[in-house]
Structure formats: C-alpha cells, structure tokens
C-alpha cells in the first residue's frame, strides 16, 4: 500500500514513517513530498491510498491540497498531521473531506487509532 507524507520539514517526514513503523504499519510504501504543489504532482503519478498531509508549508499548503484534490473528484482518504490543531481548523478540514485530525507531536497510538480504518 502506498501512502503519501507531504511535510516541508524533511525531520517530521523521517517522524512521521518511524511512528508508522513503531505502530505496525511496516509494510507501507513511502512516498515523501515537500509541499502541497510537489504533493499533488505525486499524487497524479503515484495514486496513493492514503495522503499524511501537513497543514502549513510554502507554495500551496495542506488545506489547498486537499481542496485540489476534492476538486478534482479524488476521494482518497487524506488526514492532517499537524502541529496547528484548534477546533475552527479542525472543522474546516473535516468539511473540506479531510478523514482526520492529528496534533503533533504524533503519538503512535494517535497514529493508529486514526489510520486502523484505512489500513489493513
């Protein structure tokens, strides 16, 4: 299975795949972009089942992704793992078809409590 982590920061990358792989999930296969722009090109070329997205990064940010790929019609589950967390984001994401929520600094059982109904 394939998953997409879109995060400028290359460390919350690398922090992301190790709590995937210290909550179960060490058969994914990792696809890493450093924003949303470079996330939706990766996206089109590579079609992951799901996308890790942060919220806030330079040239189109995680809420504009997510925008584009509704847009677009592509209802793969997307959810935010993000360190800017209030309820009006939250809202706002879920509205726009964000599957979930996470506040880092990420867990792994935040990971997998999240992430058990997209992954087998």
């Keep these: ?9 290359r460390a919350m990358r690398m922090i992301v795949k190790r709590t995937l792989r210290q909550a179960g999930y060490r058969n994914l296969e990792i696809i890493e972009a450093v924003d949303g722009r ?5 996206y089109k070329a590579e079609r992951p089942a799901l996308i890790l997205s942060d919220w806030n990064m330079p040239n189109l940010d995680g ?3 997510l925008e584009a790929l509704r ?3 592509e209802n793969v589950p997307f959810g935010f793992v993000t360190a800017q967390g209030t309820p009006e984001m939250q809202q706002r994401a879920r509205g ?7 506040t880092k600094p990420i867990t792994v059982d935040a990971l ?8 087998r």
């Excluded at 299975?1 to 920061?9: A, H, P, R, T």
């Excluded at 726009?96 to 996470?102: C, E, I, K, Y």
Aim: hydrophobic content about 50%.
């Design 1 to 9: 299975m394939k998953v997409l982590i879109v995060d400028d920061s």
């Design 38 to 42: 470079d996330g939706l090109a990766k």
């Design 63 to 65: 809420y504009g992704l």
């Design 71 to 73: 847009a677009a019609g």
């Design 96 to 102: 726009a078809g964000a599957s979930f929520f996470v």
């Design 112 to 119: 997998r409590n999240n992430l058990s109904r997209f992954i």
